[in-house]
């Protein structure tokens, strides 16, 4: 099972909003809405922020959204804020027990 | 309020074993699936399965099968993760992590973390 495709990094300044995506296969994210979200500042463990594509843990800003279309997952955050900046990586139930991840996108807050 | 303690970082020769623990409290144990994942340094995360605590039922993937075995021990809400024929690459650090869907992968708490290090 390969991983899935993130960008290796995006950045974007206070206040505006920025999208990465998570391109997995009709394996993975094309068929199940199993697609999670995580954030990870360094030396801490990942945090969840999107599971099942669109919906947010209690806790979560709202400035943090997910989608899908086709093979291809993807997170926006809206307003973004300096405390945003760390890696972000996406998830996938691939069917048969399964889970693959991606390979983590650095996002830089200007 | 749930947490994931793990055990504290390990330095191993190549060719041994390591067994990692992950201690979780406040909520009901067999309640819940577990993961294991790993992060190489400056890599990304690298899943390696889950056990059901209720029933002892595993998964592993095949690039870990043979050598990661996964346990739970209810009786102290403890999951173990052991690796064995251990290679430099497999230097990295490794998070326990709970599935709140079954296997489905919605990991809501993580523990901190347990660095391996493999050297001679």
């Known amino acids: 099972q390969s991983a899935l495709t993130q960008p290796r990094s995006v950045s974007g300044s206070p206040g505006q909003s920025v999208t990465i995506s998570c391109t997995g296969t009709s394996s993975d994210v094309g068929t199940y809405n199993y697609v999670s979200w995580f954030q990870q500042h360094p030396g801490k463990a990942p945090k969840l922020m999107i599971y099942?594509?669109?919906k947010r843990p209690s806790g979560v800003p709202d400035r943090f959204s997910g989608s899908k279309s086709g093979n291809t997952a993807s997170l926006t955050i809206s307003g973004l804020q300096a405390e945003d900046e760390a890696d972000y990586y996406c998830s996938s139930y691939a069917g048969s027990y399964i889970l693959v991840f991606g390979g983590g996108t650095k996002l830089t807050v200007l | 309020q749930v947490q994931l303690v793990q055990s504290g970082a390990e330095v191993k020769k190549p060719g041994a074993s390591v067994k990692v623990s992950c201690k979780a409290s406040?909520?009901?144990?067999?309640?819940?699936?577990f993961h294991w994942m790993r992060q190489a340094p400056g890599q990304g995360l690298e899943w390696m399965g889950w056990i059901n605590p209720n029933s002892g039922g595993t998964y592993y993937p095949q690039q870990f099968q043979g050598r990661v075995t996964l346990t739970t021990d209810t009786s102290i809400g403890t999951a173990y993760m052991e690796l064995s024929r251990l290679t430099y690459d497999d230097t990295a650090v490794y998070f326990c992590?709970?599935?709140?869907?079954?296997?489905?992968?919605?990991?809501?708490?993580w523990g901190p973390g347990t660095l391996v290090t493999v050297s001679s």
């Open positions: 992590a709970r599935d709140v869907s079954l296997w489905f992968g919605e990991l809501d708490y």
């Open positions: 099942d594509v669109t």
């Open positions: 406040g909520y009901t144990f067999t309640g819940y699936y």
